[in-house]
């Protein structure tokens, strides 16, 4: 009887133990595709900017089609990972051109100009007027 109990207790002890190995595997799945979720609804709101997409068909007409703009998440965040830097990079084959800078809330999913120079961020409707904010020829 004894040798019944230490099975049953074996076999219980087991299934647990499966059970918060799979309740984690599941956790961590769910956190990653959330990350994945906002990291994808980030690169989709630089590129739906009028801006980007501006700026996009500006320096493609000019390489005759060759031009190749690429979104990057440059850094999420700070400590917290309450935003993420983006840059708009021209590929130049050997290396890449940053063309822009945006700050994006992670939470808000409100979007800013990052000026580097003056290491601030800047609401886009301060940047859209500032003259030829775009820096196109």
Known sequence: MLCTLVNLDMKYIL???MFLCLHAVGQTTLNKSSHAT????????I?????F????????????GKHLSTILINDKGNEDGHFYLID?????G????????FYIDNKTFEINYWDVEKDRKI????????KDYLRLD
């Open 15 to 17: 299934s647990l133990i």
């Open 38 to 45: 906002t990291e994808n609804k980030v690169l989709s709101l």
């Open 47 to 51: 590129d739906n900017l009028p801006d």
């Open 53 to 64: 997409k501006k700026a996009d068909a500006y320096y493609t007409k000019k390489s005759g």
């Open 88 to 92: 708009i990079d021209e590929d130049m």
């Open 94 to 101: 050997d290396h890449y051109y940053t063309l822009y800078h």
């Open 123 to 130: 609401p886009l409707s301060v940047w859209r007027k500032q």
